[in-house]
């Protein structure tokens, strides 16, 4: 794994064509906690010497997959998601917490309930005691190609009227790093300069508003 910040680290690049994808393991006082998931079964080893796991937390069911396991056995973590991405998640392993609509914290990590991209999708912020604030947007708002996008799965219950909501949630946060968990193109993550944030969401929006019309 690789360290990016004093209390986060990121893992092997996971490349499958279409996308990429990163997880994230943030080092805290209440227990390390992986955000997303992982590919390479060495970074467990990584893992372990930086103190092993308490929690996985995934944004959606995109983020699932036979490796979810092979986490639980080596640390007896606790898997947990959106209540609604149950249902797929278990097709691959046990769900320990499943967070109600009412859900709006892990310690210190903030759950934000934000349905769009499929009908369960969860993003996650922390305010780092080092000084960063981390935002983990899952696929609600990735990177492609160094330009902000969206993707909703309606098969998954996405619908671009909940995401358009959930976009405006996110707009009430100042992130110093926001984090993806797919990608396309090189960038898995970005450090928003002072207005950008908010700028990228506004633009987004008004070309969603357009379609909803």
Not at 3 to 16: G, I, M, R, V
Not at 63 to 81: Q, T, W
Not at 175 to 196: N, T
Request: glycine share 8%; net charge negative.
């Amino acid at each position: 794994m690789k360290q990016l910040y004093e209390d986060l680290w990121q893992s092997t690049l996971h490349d499958a064509g279409a996308y990429r994808s990163h997880g994230y393991l943030l080092r805290r006082p209440e227990g390390n906690t992986l955000i997303y998931s992982i590919s390479d079964e060495a970074d467990l080893d990584a893992i372990e010497e930086l103190g092993g796991l308490e929690h996985q937390l995934l944004s959606h069911r995109d983020e699932s997959g036979p490796i979810l396991n092979a986490v639980r056995d080596r640390f007896d973590s606790k898997l947990c998601c959106g209540v609604l991405e149950v249902p797929a998640i278990s097709a691959d392993a046990a769900v320990d917490v499943a967070f109600e609509a009412d859900d709006v914290s892990l310690g210190e990590i903030e759950i934000i309930h934000t349905p769009g991209h499929t009908d369960g999708s969860v993003c996650f912020f922390y305010r780092s005691p080092h000084g960063k604030s981390y935002l983990f947007p899952g696929d609600t708002f990735f990177r492609n190609e160094g330009k902000w996008s969206i993707f909703v799965i309606e098969q998954a219950g996405g619908s671009y009227a909940e995401l358009a909501r959930s976009l405006e949630r996110l707009r009430e946060l100042e992130p110093d790093v926001v984090l993806c968990s797919a990608f396309v193109g090189e960038e898995a993550l970005v450090e928003p300069k002072a207005g950008e944030w908010a700028q990228a969401i506004d633009a987004r929006l008004e070309r969603m508003r357009a379609r909803l019309r």
